[in-house]
């Protein structure tokens, strides 16, 4: 999808809390400021909201001299949501449909913003999370879902955040681990989950773990590596984490299931859900 | 007060709002935002932010070859408060402190924001001035108040808003009209009070009214009038009511006091108040 004209002022949001959160120097943090604006007032609104976001966030790395201003964020937000697991998993378990408990499970995940309250409270996150299991989902979505990975011969998780990939693993562990591959960013670009987020919380040791290529906090496919293009190709299935992935990935043409909040006046304009709402969206293969 | 950098992505949403209201051609309104990010990313942010946001109100009457793109809108907030104007009469008149019941109404008037909600219901504007009744004033800052316009021979009341104007008209009622000037803007600028607010809105027939010679939305020195100049000197008194003209008069050293409603995190950080406080300042003589 399109960048809309309300993306703009939260790009501008987002280069002053990334600026509020790893820029300790005051000169640079207004040129931070200074330089979103400029990428801002140059933004091509014909592609998806996270090349300008990504533009942005590679500025500000260049700025601090720091490939990785997020790294101890992410760590801890991995930390935390492995916190979680045990008790997540024995939900997924002892519930009568694990596979649709656990597409609930990986959904919270995304909805909890680990990097926003990266000290979170327990309790508060396990309301988050009985809010997942409660949303209303649609059943032929959750159906269709469920055929799919059933037909599939190779599927590609495109993951989302650090913290949510612990998340993303209790949904794999219920898929055929055999035709799934977790896709991961090609360079660090804010809490976004890299191959160093899938090694720290496990997944690596049951999936295949593959970087698309991407440095921008979604992936679009222009953007992507050819190698990373080539097993696009050849899946026939994606399961989407997040809603920067379902920007650029919302016109693929390929069976897709989105899983991701809906977290700004954007997808109201244009799915016509309402913000903070759980989704779960089917895209039919073209 | 300077431009903080919290300043930049409101400035973005504000002309992303401006673009909504006053811009019917989407070729325009994505104008209108890359010309305000190239604003924002040239701004001086050792000035108060009323004169980036000026700037960028500016840029958009240019766009758009329209003088006064909120006419309309301010007649219809000038019409709504004058609807309201017996209803809130009969309150200060029969109150114990009429012009303590004056002074907290000039603040509801600016916590009425009529432009966001031009048509609303009656019941809804008369419970925010149920609020602004039951405010925690300074008992200390009312009292200097009174003394002060008691003592003051030239006091200037610095308007912000149309629709507010008839909430300073029932203020200006309670306080003796021939030492007082009431300060209009010099050119249009999003939905501040001009000469023809006070025409329509009656004040003119009660006090001398007088430019500021500012097109921006706020009252700095160096962008009024000398005219305007020449009479800010030879005051002893300052009312001023809104946020951009506190942001823009709050170092003048001239006696002042300051009725306004906290729009944002920056009053947080300058002032020290909460998002949606009411406010009524004291700024003694330097």
Redesign the interface.
């Known amino acids: 999808m399109k960048t809309y ?2 993306c ?3 790009v ?2 987002q ?2 809390e990334a ?1 509020r959160h790893a820029v300790a120097d005051p000169a640079i ?2 040129e931070t ?3 979103a ?2 990428a ?4 091509d ?1 014909a592609v998806p909201s996270p090349v300008l976001i990504g533009t942005v966030h590679q500025m500000i790395r260049e700025l601090l001299g720091e490939d990785d201003p997020y790294r101890a964020a992410k760590e801890s937000c991995n930390r935390n949501a492995l916190r979680l697991y045990p008790e997540l998993k024995r939900i997924i378990e002892t519930s009568t449909y694990p596979l649709e408990t656990a597409v609930r499970i990986a959904i919270a995940g995304n909805a909890i913003d680990f990097v926003v309250d990266p000290d979170a409270d327990r309790s508060d996150l396990m309301s988050l999370v009985e809010l997942a299991l409660a949303a209303p989902l649609s059943n032929e979505t959750m159906a269709a879902f469920v055929e799919a990975v059933e037909r599939a011969r190779a599927v590609l998780y495109v993951g989302d955040n650090a913290g949510e990939i612990v998340f993303d693993r209790l949904l794999i562990e219920q898929l055929p681990a055999y035709k799934i591959a977790y896709v991961v960013r090609g360079r660090p670009v804010i809490n976004d989950v890299t191959m160093s987020d899938a090694r720290a919380t496990g997944l690596s040791d049951l999936v295949e773990v593959i970087s698309s290529g991407s440095n921008i906090p979604g992936t679009l496919l222009s953007r992507c590596s050819g190698e990373f293009r080539a097993r696009f190709d050849q899946a026939d299935l994606v399961i989407s984490k997040g809603q920067g992935n379902f920007e650029s990935l919302d016109d693929t043409g390929k069976e897709t299931f989105f899983l991701f909040k809906a977290k700004c006046l954007v997808m109201q304009l244009h799915v016509g859900c309402r913000i903070g709402d759980l989704m779960f969206l089917r895209q039919k293969s073209a």
Chains 1, 2 share one sequence.
């Open positions: 004209l309300e703009l002022p939260c501008m949001r280069a002053l600026a943090a207004e400021l200074r330089r604006a400029y801002v007032n140059a933004a609104l």
